[in-house]
C-alpha cells in the first residue's frame, strides 16, 4: 500500500468518525423536548442532515462492528464442554485462541489454530481441575513450553504444598495438554512449612532448577537456622522432603557466634558441613579473643558448635567478587 492510499484511507476514517460524532449529538438532541420540537418543524432538513450523516459515518460502523466480531471470536465462551487431550474445559468457560483458521509458520510448518492454540481459559462459571486442584484462571505459552493456573485453594502438587494463587509449569514440546507431563516450575508455600529439616516463618516461594533439583526462597522474614536468625534464606534441595545440599542467608541482627562478632547483613553459607561467614566493608567482624577485625576479603569457616576452623581469603573458598554473593549453589573450593 503507497503513501497515498493511506493519506485517503485515513482521511475516509477521520471523516466518517467525525460524522459519527455529529450524528451522535443529534440523536441525543432529539431527546431534548425544546430541540425536538425544533427538528420536527425542519424534519426534511435534519433528516436528509441524519441520513447523509449516517452514510458518510458508515465506514467507522463497519470497522468498529467487524472489529467486535473478530475479538468475540477470539475469545468465545463455550457452550459445552471441550476436551483438549488430558485437559478438560467445562461449558460456561472464556477461552481466548490467538489463530482461527490453518496456517503455516515460516519453514512451512502447519500451527495449530482454534481450540488446539489455546492460549487462556476463565474458569469464571464452572471451576477448571488441574493436577488435582480447582483452578479459577490458566495461560499456556506453547512454544516457550510454560503454563500458569492460578488455584482456589492449597493443593499438594508433586509433593509440594502450595498456597492459593499463582501456580507455574514446564512441559516438554507438543506436551500443552498432556497434563501428566507437566512439571512444577513454582509457587508459594505457606507460612509455617517445613522444609529442609526447618520450619519457614513466612511465606516460602520455592522453584525448580536446571539440575532437577529445587531452591526455597524466603522473604525479609527471619528464619531460625543452626541457632542463626537469617533473612532472604535460600536454599537447595534434591526432593520436596529432602535435606538441604547448601543454603546462604544473610544475619538478621548482629551475632555473637563462637568467639567472632558479626554485623547485622553478613552473608552465611554453609560451607562443606560447616559455616563459611562473608564479611564486607560495611558489614564488618571482629575476633572478640583479639579485638582486631576480620580483614573484609576473607571469609570465616567455623563448625556448627562455633568453633574457628579458619580464616582464608575469599578466592580460596571461590568467591571472587562480592557480586557472588547470595547465590544459591554450593561452593566449589578449589583445589
Known sequence: ???????IGSLIFMVSLVSLGLLILCLL??????????????RRRFGVLAVGLAVVSAPVVTIVGEAWLDERAHHPRLDHEEVLG?????????????YLKPFNDLSGDPMPYGMQSLKHAEFDRAPGHIMGTRVRRLALWQGHGNATVETMAPADVQGWRCEPGKVEFRFPFGAHFTLSKWRLESCMLAPGSAVGGIVWPGPVKVFSTKDD??????????????GL???????????????AVSWSGLLDHASDFGPIHYAAGIEVRSYQGNLLFIPRPDMPAIDSRTKTPIQHDHSVVQSVAGEVLGVRPNHEVGIRDADELLVPDELVVPD
Open 29 to 42: 438532541a432529539f431527546l431534548i423536548p425544546r430541540f425536538r420540537r425544533y427538528m420536527l418543524a425542519r
Open 86 to 98: 488430558e485437559l478438560v474445559l467445562p461449558a460456561g468457560t472464556q477461552v481466548y485462541l490467538p
Open 1 to 7: 500500500m503507497n503513501m497515498q492510499a493511506m493519506l
Open 213 to 226: 533439583e529445587w531452591d526455597a526462597a524466603s522473604d525479609d522474614t527471619p528464619v531460625r537456622l543452626l
Open 229 to 243: 536468625e537469617l533473612r532472604q534464606l535460600s536454599m537447595r534441595l534434591k526432593s520436596p522432603h529432602g535435606e
